[in-house]
Structures are given as C-alpha cells and as structure tokens.
C-alpha cells in the first residue's frame, strides 16, 4: 500500500487552516514534538510554545505562533486542538479491497456487493446484506439477516448475530459481539428454576457508530437495541437489551447500560460508570467515572458517586466524609468536659455512638 503524501496546501485545505511558508512543500508525516524529524508535522496546542526543533520541521498552531516565531512554516489553524483529528486523518492508512477471500464462506442467499470486502475465513449467513465499500477484514460473523451499511468496517473477530443492521460508515472493533440474547430472566418460585424470556428483536445502529474491541450489545426483547448515529463506544462496555442510545454519546471503558435504559443525545458515560434499568439519562448529561445512576438525570445534569447525585453535592459529601475523624475527636473531648468522670466506666456508649477509651 502506497504512503500517503500530502503538501501544506493539502493540509491547510482540509482543516480550514492557512499554509504558511511554501505551500507545495511535501509533509511525510505528522509525530509529535519530541520525536518530529524534517519534513514531518507536529501539533502545538498554545501560542507561547517554541520548542527548539531542527530546520525542515512543519507546525500545526495557532497564527500567533508563526506571529512570534518568523521563519517557521507549517499550517495556521484558529483552534489547533479541535482540527488536529483532521490532519491525522490525512495520514491514516486504511486498505480497501473488493472481492471475496477463498477461504470465506458466503451463503448463496446473500446480498454481497462486488465493491465490499468478505475477508478470510469470515462467514456470512443467509439473507445477510453487505454494501459497497464494506470491508470485513477477516473471522468476521454475520448473521441471518445482518444489513451492513455502505463503507463501514468491522474488524476480525467480531460477532454480528440475527438481525443487526449498521448504518454507513460505522465501525465495529475486533472481538465485539452484537445481536446476543439479552439477559431476560423471570426468578423461579417456590424452587423451580429461573426462567429465560425469548429474545425476538434486533440491533440497530445509526450512521458513523463506532462500537471498541470486547463490547456487546444484546438484542431486544420485541424492538431493537438503538444505537444513534455518530455515538461513539469505547472498549469493554455492555449495553443490555432494550435500550435506546442517542445521537452523539459517548460511552467510555466498562461501562453498563441495564435494560431498557434510555440516553438522551450527547450523553457521556465516563468510565466505569453504569444506568440502572429504565433509567432516563437526559440530553447532554454526564455520569462521572465510577457513578451509577439510579434514577433519571436531568438533561445537561453531572452527576457522580452511588447511587448517582449532583456533583457538587457529591463533592460536599466526600469533602465532609474525610472531616469524620477529626469530628468525632472533637465530640469526644466536648463529652469529657460536658459529663467529667461518665466516660470512665469501660464499654460504655458515649452521645457520639463510640464505645468510651479506658
């Protein structure tokens, strides 16, 4: 696969920015400041960075920068933080391929387009449909009746049971399994065992969803699981049956959406962070790490802690936690003053709930 190359013209074009210096001049890549060689990029995120690099190094910052340091060249941008993902994405290699690997197994009722990828050793069941431009890069599974919108990728080992269906441009990480059974149990009574509830719906995500490596998302019980469009998932999360995922979230390492749980759009799940079953997260809201919503937040809420509450009620009720000891110690010295002599009988309960010193 032939190395991209792109010109401070090319870079400046795609990101908005303005090239300064010479234009045409090629750029081989983009590193970062500690580690840029000539002819490379690198992104400096203030004005008042000018870190001592040789000649033939390109910047990526803000115009007050080449402002203050004349002589350097690169690319002016007004916010160099927000554009950087677009210059990466100028340097980003990704093969595409058409056809279908010998080692692949395609069932004949099938919708495969002659544009999209069936990588080695992938299998793809019956009435499964796969757009142009997809690229099943290999040991990819695909259901009976999976729908793979146009130009998305699904990395080897991924798991894509009955009746999920992508929009385009998504991409699903190594190892995620979408489309299990989710966990639908009534308890048993009087000893009988529990009881498993089919699980007749589907998965559905919407345009430009990524889904990380290990994550699952179990189908509905009757409707499909939704996922939004351009809602992004991190590595090892699971999102149960049932619950409906808005546009633009983000949903950050470990964490755990309970069924039939709802999250309004541009929500953000920090890591580790969980939803309790029915739980209403309102629109731009965010569950710090760790916290666990049991109940509905507001929309643009931040809430932490468990069971989740405002964060900054939150942060006052640790802040009053970690002053306890030295609380007690204090009601314990106004208990000698106030009862002289009741605090020497051993084991005997004082006003502050302690057991009296010896």
Known sequence: MEKKQRTLNDIATATGGKAVGGGENPVAGVASPGRVRPGEICALWK??????????????????????????????VEDPRRAFPLLLSLFEERERRSGIHPSAVVDPGASVSPLAWIGPLSVVEE?????????????????????????????????LLESVRTGRNCLIHAGAVLGCDGFGILPGEEGAPPRKIPQLGGVLLGDGVEIGACTTIDRGTLDDTEIGSFTKVDDHVHIAHNAKIGRGCILVAM?????????????????RSGAADHVRIGRGATVAAYGGATKDVPPKGVVSGFPARDHGENFRIQAALRRLPDLLGRVKRLERRILPGKDASPGKKSLSGEGTEE
């Open 47 to 76: 004005d008042g960075e000018a870190p001592d690099l040789p000649g033939g190094v390109f910047f990526f910052a803000a115009p007050g920068f080449f402002a203050a340091s004349p002589g350097r060249f690169g690319v002016a």
């Open 127 to 159: 009435g499964a449909v796969v757009e142009e431009g997809v690229q099943l890069r290999g040991r990819v599974f695909l259901g009976k009746g999976c729908f793979v919108g146009a130009h998305s990728v699904i990395e080897p080992g991924a798991v």
């Open 255 to 271: 964490t755990g959406i309970a069924g039939s749980a709802v999250l309004e759009d541009n929500v953000t799940m920090a890591a």
